[in-house]
């Protein structure tokens, strides 16, 4: 799908904040449509950051893409299952094998991780990208849901422009833990994990070479997320 040149007279603020051109430079967003909740939000903010967004499941076009968003609601293990019937694992191991960007929003960055706690008929694997499992969060308010700060490291370039600001979080679940510490010559190309804590430190982004995700709702954070996005935009 491809946005219409929106006048300037009827930019939204958050058009502006984020500098967007509506008609120059529109890379190809594939958001990987498997059967996770409602992913028009994520479309319309990616239009109005300029790109060229398509909705689907087909894996040559997920594949193809400059780049993938993989979102995510609901159930771990749900989730892992529709990401089965679209060959998701396939999508997202051949993009990275190529270095084409992959960014995971919510559960979408859960699956990304070896499996999770969270109560299922059927329990599954995720994809592995990295070590660690998804627990319940120890808060005396579950779920956390609403705004957030964040502890964002030196040199990302996700949060380019947008280190302290707050964004939007909704679930119950994440990885309480980090484990993946590479040494020695690896420790250059260690990836970067952003923070937040809610009863607790857990996860709030991880920006690992084409690979990224957040835990929380960039398209739901205003002008904070849609700039964001558009940081991630620019490196397709």
């Known amino acids: 799908m491809t946005p219409d040149p929106t006048p300037d007279s ?16 529109r890379p ?17 903010m990616l239009e109005r950051l300029g790109a060229q967004v398509e909705l689907t499941a087909d894996r040559d076009t997920a594949i193809g893409a400059d780049g993938l968003l993989v979102p995510g609601v609901g159930n771990f293990h749900a989730c892992i299952a529709g990401l089965e019937a679209v060959e ?100 250059v190309v260690a990836p970067l994990v952003t923070w937040a804590d809610h009863g607790g430190p857990f996860v709030a982004a991880v920006e690992n070479g084409p690979l990224s995700a957040t835990q929380f709702h960039p398209e739901k954070s205003g002008d904070a997320g849609a700039r964001l996005l558009r940081n991630w935009l620019e490196t397709l």
């Open 88 to 187: 998701g694992s396939r999508i997202v191991d051949t993009r990275l094998a190529g270095g084409r960007p992959v960014l995971g929003i919510c559960v979408g960055m859960q699956v990304l991780f070896e499996t999770s706690t969270e109560p299922a008929q059927r329990r599954r694997e995720g994809l592995t990208q990295w070590p660690g499992v998804i627990e319940r969060l120890q808060a005396d308010v579950v779920p956390h849901m609403g705004w957030n700060t964040v502890d964002v490291p030196a040199g990302s370039r996700l949060f380019a422009g947008v280190e302290r600001e707050n964004f939007y979080f909704v679930h119950s679940y994440a990885a309480r833990e980090w484990t993946l510490d590479p040494r020695g010559p690896f420790e």
């Open 28 to 44: 190809h967003v594939a958001v990987l449509d498997y059967g996770s909740g409602n992913l028009r939000s994520a479309v319309r």
């Open 10 to 25: 009827t930019r939204s603020a958050v058009d502006v904040a984020v500098g967007v051109d509506p008609v120059e430079g």
